[in-house]
């Protein structure tokens, strides 16, 4: 049985070392394998998937969905996603089409953006998703479970990459007290 699985949570959460768990012990072979981030995410290295921890995978940077679809071949069995709030309304289409073919997919992504407003496609994809994982991260301020991606830099840009030099995972008091002092 093909499935989906979607992990997803605010800045910080450990979503892409999850996803390269899931890499590390899918037990499929390297050419059974398809791994892709949006060419956006530029903050690390360009032919790997990168978690802040510090952990890696083999990738592809690709500009659109689309594209995964010309990666596959008679071998794959699975595809990992990372980043996938950044590949807009078209990713839902594109991971049916490859459910639809028998190929397993894991993606991870941002659910929420720094207004803690639906991020993209994330709201379908839940709904899609077979297996929903769902991470907190532990409040930049105070320890707590962190469920906010908080910005801490001035730029109303919906999609602003970056990583603790822009962002802070924040518990909801703390992003709420922010965003007040950010409007000030």
């Not at 996803?19 to 899918?26: A, N, S, V």
């Not at 995972?169 to 709420?176: I, N, V, Y």
């Amino acid at each position: 049985m093909t499935s989906f699985t979607l992990i997803y949570g605010c800045m910080f959460s450990g979503k892409t070392t999850k996803l390269i768990e899931l890499y590390q012990h899918c037990g499929f072979e390297q050419e059974e394998i398809i791994v892709v981030k949006p060419i956006i995410d530029n903050r690390f290295v360009a032919d790997k998937v990168n978690s802040h921890s510090g952990l890696n995978m083999p990738g592809m940077r690709i500009k659109h969905p689309e594209q995964i679809e010309s990666y596959i071949t008679d071998t794959t069995k699975i595809i990992f996603i990372d980043e996938v709030q950044f590949f807009g309304s078209r990713v839902g289409t594109i991971i049916q089409n490859i459910l639809a073919q028998g190929i397993g997919v894991v993606a991870s992504g941002l659910d929420r953006d720094y207004l803690h407003k639906d991020f993209g496609p994330m709201p379908d994809l839940k709904r899609m998703a077979d297996n929903n994982i769902a991470l907190t991260a532990r409040c930049h301020l105070c320890d707590e479970k962190g469920t906010h991606t908080f910005r801490t830099v001035k730029n109303d840009s919906q999609i602003l990459v970056g990583h603790d030099n822009m962002y802070q995972a924040r518990c909801e008091k703390h992003w709420d007290e922010g965003m007040k002092a950010l409007s000030d």
